[in-house]
């Protein structure tokens, strides 16, 4: 008998840690928003009750919240607004620490002293700088929300067919963000979403660039064109993109980093377009050759 307890309570010791593993990797997404902007959504409702003097030192017992780490990501998300509590370490010191003591004051945003062991916990050991920011999920706009949303009248979108790697969709939001894009749509199934890792990779410009997801690529690309957007495909053949006309209402898909396009959406393309290539390899990082066409279709669309 006395075995056969001591089992049980190994099984349920085992249980527990299993459980705890699962809740340790639910950490995923943002709340887009930005100030003054109706396509934004402020998330300040557990603010109303916080004092001034926000700063505390307690233990910190359970990591499943989201969170985004490193400070251009941190600092982002709280001029956002959209910061629930700020981890810093027990030893950080300096300007940017103190820079975002006062922006998480400001936000009426707690912020805890943990051991640097427990932000690499919360980090998934990604370089978190020393700190770590706790925040809201991420809300995606539905296609119909992100077209009905736009002001411009000849909008530029990114379409992501399936891209799998979160570093290279961290750095094609922040080209986006940089040269203007006005929004990006992604895959629901078998793509990478708002990630800490992504968040961090975009320095910031997550929080800016409005980002649409949907259940079918194919369904949201004949949307687009019902709404008179010319489709441009990225392939090994096809027109140099340097000739490509950018102009008007258009969606570029990048492919996935692997495979390419998929063969549905290859057919529903206007135009495929191709980086010419003169070396010895014969392709380009998704998020490299995402640069080159969108500063592209930039040179061409600047006053547009």
Request: proline share 3%.
């Amino acid at each position: 008998m006395k075995q056969m307890a001591n089992k049980r309570a190994d099984k349920a010791t085992k249980k527990q840690r299993t459980n705890y593993g699962a809740n340790d990797k639910n950490r995923r997404g943002k709340n887009f928003a930005e100030k003054g902007n109706p396509r934004h959504k402020k998330h300040a409702d557990f603010k109303a009750n916080v004092k001034n003097d926000n700063v505390e030192n307690e233990a910190v017992t359970e990591v499943n919240e989201n969170f985004v780490f490193g400070h251009h990501a941190v600092v982002e998300a709280l001029k956002a607004g959209r910061g629930n509590k700020l981890f810093l370490a027990e030893d950080a010191r300096g300007d940017k620490i103190e820079g975002l003591k006062t922006l998480a004051t400001e936000q009426a945003v707690p912020v805890k002293w943990v051991p640097k062991s427990k932000l690499d916990t919360m980090s998934d050991s990604g370089v978190h700088q020393g700190m770590v920011l706790a925040i809201t999920p991420y809300e995606y706009l539905s296609l119909t929300e992100l077209l009905e949303s736009t002001k411009k009248e000849n909008p530029f979108y990114l379409i992501l067919d399936n891209l799998e790697d979160p570093h290279n969709f961290g750095s094609i939001l922040r080209t986006a963000d940089a040269a203007g894009v006005d929004g990006v749509i992604i895959p629901k199934h078998r793509a990478v979403g708002i990630t800490p890792i992504v968040v961090k990779t975009s320095t910031g410009a997550v929080e800016y660039m409005p980002i649409a997801r949907v259940t079918n690529l194919s369904q949201a690309v004949q949307q687009l064109k019902e709404a008179g957007f010319w489709i441009f495909g990225t392939a090994m053949e096809g027109t140099d993109y340097r000739q490509w006309n950018a102009k008007g209402k258009i969606g570029l898909i990048i492919g996935n980093e692997g495979k390419g396009m998929s063969a549905g959406l290859m057919k529903a393309v206007d135009e495929l377009l191709t980086i010419p290539m003169v070396g010895h390899v014969q392709s380009l990082n998704a998020s490299v050759a995402s640069g080159l066409l969108i500063y592209q279709a930039f040179s061409q669309r600047a006053g547009e």
